[in-house]
């Protein structure tokens, strides 16, 4: 029910893989709707249609599209859920990448929160804006006739903004109750990471109590009408949504934990502490000779510099390692080299998310490492900061 690139694209088209639909940039933060909605939306419809003909007998097939009506109205209310968070996030100078419209509501992807103070605003505003909704509902449902179609309308919002109000206040991860809690306890501990993993644990106790309690509570009549001509299709619905509900609520802990995860190591990716030392070589110099020189040296990658000692190239540990041992004296480094360009270029002093966010603009299999007077300091492989990445995270958090 609501939460846990922006492109050029013209609204209508698609964005990226799994993007789904551009429909707009409010506040400049581009909005998405999954394809996934409009089979949820046709679900709306049906379900919704069926009951306002037992509230409205007369509206006959036009039922449809007052249903039609409600499921757009009522994702437009998850729309300004999540614009809530987005906005927030753009108030505390945060990057908002998108808002996604999805199979069971929203999701805003934004930046984490530097203090447990702005996590807990940036996620209590989502439900706040929905129970406000649903007393703006509450209050139009009372100034219009009762047993209308404005007056099940109004009184629809109301108690569907109020479910999403409640659900997403529910103390576990991804709903933006776990992330309160987990704001709570990271201020009490002063550790980002222990909130997250006691939030993770709590959504999936609550992905449990709905897989199993739902359907409980609807097949008794406490939370539905329990009405046994309707039944055998309510409860299959009612386990269908149980069990969908608790699988995100179970991935989404998962998704939480391990993102936690990235975040607490990625300091640990430094490009200083990666890097191979490297020696310079001439473009016309054998293999055979410069690799006896960098075993001399203790190094293990070559560059090539012209005659000012200019870096122009580095040697390829691919292309090396393809040239038998025999052939090498009469092999110049030259032809197993990578023209450097201005993005293979890395700052010794990269690291983090920052080294991994150059690393995926300018994809290479080596980057020239280089200090802040633009020194040689070495060679990066990608193959090495994925071992450390893949090993940093293989690790249990402290």
Do not use: C
């Not at 037992?54 to 994702?75: D, E, I, K, T």
């Not at 449902?141 to 919002?157: C, D, H, R, S, W």
């Not at 009612?238 to 190591?265: D, F």
């Amino acid at each position: 029910m609501a939460d846990t690139d922006e492109t050029g694209e013209r609204p209508g088209r698609r964005s990226e893989p799994g993007g789904g639909l551009l429909m707009g940039r409010p506040f400049g933060v581009p909005v998405y709707v999954s394809p996934s909605w409009f089979v949820v939306a046709a679900l709306i419809t049906w379900i919704f249609g069926d009951r306002l003909d037992q509230v409205l007998p007369g509206l006959g097939a036009a039922r449809y599209l007052v249903a039609l009506f409600f499921a757009v109205a009522f994702y437009a209310s998850v729309l300004v859920h999540e614009l809530a968070h987005a906005v927030a996030g753009l108030r505390f100078k945060l990057t908002v990448r998108r808002i996604q419209l999805q199979f069971v509501g929203g999701a805003t992807h934004v930046d984490e929160a530097q203090s447990p103070g702005r996590e807990f605003v940036l996620a209590g505003v989502g439900p706040l804006l929905s129970l406000l909704l649903a007393g703006a509902f509450y209050l139009g449902m009372n100034a219009v006739e009762p047993g209308t179609v404005p007056g099940v309308l109004l009184a629809g919002l109301m108690i569907a903004n109020l479910i999403v109000a409640v659900f997403n206040l529910l103390p576990g991860l991804p709903l933006d109750g776990g992330r309160m809690l987990r704001a709570v306890i990271w201020g009490i501990t002063g550790r980002a990471m222990s909130g997250t993993v006691a939030a993770a644990w709590v959504g999936r106790a609550i992905a449990v109590a709905v897989l199993l309690g739902l359907p409980l509570l609807t097949e008794t009549g406490v939370i539905g009408s329990g009405d046994d001509q309707t039944g055998g299709m309510d409860t299959v619905m009612n386990a269908l949504l149980a069990a969908i509900l608790a699988a995100i609520m179970w991935t989404g802990a998962g998704n939480s934990l391990r993102m936690a995860r990235l975040r607490e190591h990625l300091p640990e990716l430094r490009a200083r502490t990666l890097t191979r030392r490297a020696i310079p070589v001439q473009a016309a110099t054998p293999l055979s000779e410069a690799l006896r020189r960098a075993n001399e040296s203790g190094a293990r990658a070559l560059v090539i510099t012209d005659g000012l000692g200019d870096p122009t190239a580095i040697v390829r540990e691919t292309a090396i390692a393809s040239v038998p041992e025999h052939r090498r004296p009469w092999v110049a480094v030259s032809t197993l080299a990578q023209d450097l360009t201005d993005g293979m270029k890395v700052s010794a002093d990269l690291a983090g998310e920052e080294l991994l966010d150059h690393l995926r603009t300018t994809p290479a299999t080596e980057y020239l490492v280089v200090q802040s007077d633009g020194a040689i300091y070495g060679v990066l492989s990608t193959l090495d900061v994925e071992k450390a990445f893949f090993k940093a995270m293989a690790r249990p958090h402290s």
